[in-house]
């Protein structure tokens, strides 16, 4: 039973991640936006790592992810008072 609880609590620990390795996952994901989108910032006219450049990357990354993911409404009530929600 002890052997259980130490292997429990070892896989508990192993799962959380350091501030290094967040801040090295942060860092692969920029240079990923960066690989795919900044080609087309840069026919877009945009200066290649101008201040302009990093938005329209940052710009062409959400409007992607925002189209990945549909979005749902949700209505309810009655007639005449109807409560809606995007997501």
């Known amino acids: 039973m ?7 609590a070892v896989a508990m620990l192993a799962g959380c991640a350091t501030d290094a390795e967040r801040a090295a996952q942060a860092q692969r994901d920029v240079d990923q936006m960066m690989r795919i989108y ?3 910032c840069d026919r877009l006219g945009y200066k290649n790592n101008s201040d302009e450049w990093r938005s329209c990357v940052l710009r062409l990354d959400t409007k992607d992810n ?3 993911y549909p ?3 949700t209505c309810f009530g009655h ?3 109807i409560q809606c ?3």
């Open 85 to 87: 929600t995007s997501f």
């Open 66 to 68: 925002t189209e990945r």
């Open 79 to 81: 007639p005449g008072l």
């Open 38 to 40: 900044g080609p087309a």
């Open 71 to 73: 979005a749902t409404t």
């Open 2 to 8: 002890r052997t259980l609880i130490i292997l429990a």
